[in-house]
């Protein structure tokens, strides 16, 4: 079975920056496009941005476009979103996505 497992999360001035990862295991995924998705307290979960391993398509929430960036290293099946400019509203817990399949969860903390 695939597991995903996200790790960089933390606490942050606002302004700051992070990158989390996400590992998946399992399978290979060159095939397919794995997401970030975040949920805030009080919120509903939403997309925050996705990329495919085999292409260069991207795509970004409004809310994080310019200042959050995914990457990726097929070889160690691993994702990676780097947040800059971080704002008290990108507190949240963040999820990998694949398919089906989430990890779960690394927090992330914006202090002003």
């Known amino acids: 079975q695939v597991q995903l497992k996200e790790s960089g999360g933390g606490l942050v001035e606002a302004g700051g920056s992070l990158r989390l990862s996400c590992v998946a295991s399992?399978?290979?995924?060159?095939?397919?496009?794995m997401g970030w998705f975040r949920q805030a307290p009080g919120k509903e979960r939403e997309f925050v941005a996705a990329?495919?391993?085999?292409?260069?398509?991207?795509k970004y929430a409004d809310s994080v476009k310019g200042r959050f960036t995914m990457s990726r290293d097929n070889s160690k099946n691993t994702v990676y979103l780097q947040m800059d400019s971080l704002k008290s509203e990108d507190a949240a817990v963040y999820y990998c996505?694949?398919?089906?399949?989430w990890g779960k969860g690394t927090l992330v903390t914006v202090s002003s």
């Open positions: 996505n694949l398919q089906t399949n």
């Open positions: 399992g399978r290979a995924f060159s095939r397919y496009s």
């Open positions: 990329m495919h391993f085999s292409g260069p398509d991207q």
